[in-house]
């Protein structure tokens, strides 16, 4: 199949052209910044938010667009509006985070999304992503285009530009240790980013997907003490876990990458995108392949 991805040289969409470029004709369209240079790949440099450079893609056929960088409102929508009418599907990487936080329930993908605007760059970009979830369905029933939504959790592995995981790994090399709060009583969901890029690949033509959106979180939750354990088992090196209560992190501003209490989790149901990836990558396999990766 002909797939138009926007975005696709970072992380997640970088694993994911690598992986569909060895079954369809992928032409990728972004800024250029940084070029994936693969030889079965078509590259276009252009802004997404440049009518005239989308325009230029009019006259082509695309089976499939995937997005992986839609952020603001109107994003979708000028896509709909300057590509080509025969496109069939439109699958759209959003997040967890669109869904109303604080229910204390498992979130599944008939959750309520979030309406209140909050503060901040996290904020925006929640926002950015609901309004947008909104926009897809609305776009793709005009123009009569299937649509699939991507909600992964948080995504680790090989490429992570988020200071997540490569935290602690860079702790652990140039220290020899890692902050552990001890008192943390928060509750996270990683997702393999390789899962991710599988999930999306078998969503491309599957009628099943139209008109879905799919969770992407694994279970169990993952806690600050749980990923501790991981790091132990994974890392060849020995390292010490600083004990840091929550009054430390607060008082000193330590930015640390996961929710620290039970009111700041959010707990989804993935169980739906088993049916597209088979199971999920166990989180210390994940984690020890994303270190060999580091050079």
């Known amino acids: 199949m ?46 997404r938010h440049d009518i005239d450079a989308l325009k230029s893609l009019c006259n082509e056929h695309f089976d499939a667009v995937v997005d992986f960088c839609a952020y603001e409102k109107h994003d979708i929508g000028s896509v709909f509006s300057n590509l080509s009418s025969d496109i069939k599907q439109y699958i759209f990487v959003s997040t967890c985070d669109v869904y109303e936080r604080g229910l204390s329930k498992m979130l599944d993908e008939n959750a309520p999304l979030e309406k209140r605007n909050f503060e901040g760059e996290a904020g925006n970009y929640i926002t950015g992503k609901v309004l947008l979830e909104e926009e897809l369905t609305v776009c793709a029933k005009k123009h009569n285009v299937a649509y699939t939504s991507i909600r992964p959790a948080f995504i680790y592995g090989p490429g992570n530009y988020a200071p997540r995981e490569l935290m602690y790994f860079h702790w652990i090399k140039q220290a020899g240790q890692i902050l552990h709060p001890v008192d943390a009583t928060g ?81 989804y149901n993935g169980e739906k995108s088993l049916k597209l990836i088979g199971e999920y990558t166990n989180l210390s396999d994940g984690l020890k392949e994303t270190y060999l990766s580091i050079k």
């Not at 969901?189 to 969503?203: C, E, G, H, R, T």
């Open 2 to 47: 002909n797939i138009l991805v926007l975005g696709g040289s970072y992380f997640l969409g970088k694993h994911f052209v690598e992986m569909a470029g060895n079954e369809h004709c992928i032409t990728v369209f972004n800024r250029g910044t940084q070029p994936l240079k693969l030889p079965q790949v078509r590259e276009i440099v252009g802004d």
């Open 187 to 267: 509750e996270f969901q990683m997702v393999y980013v390789k899962d991710v890029a599988k999930a999306i690949m078998n969503v491309i033509g599957n009628y099943e997907a139209y008109d879905e959106a799919y969770n992407l979180a694994p279970l169990p939750m993952t806690t600050y003490e749980t990923f501790a354990r991981a790091l132990e088992k994974i890392v060849p090196i020995p390292f010490e876990k600083v004990p840091v209560t929550l009054q430390m992190i607060n008082e000193k501003q330590i930015p640390l990458p996961f929710p620290l209490t039970k009111e700041e989790s959010n707990w």
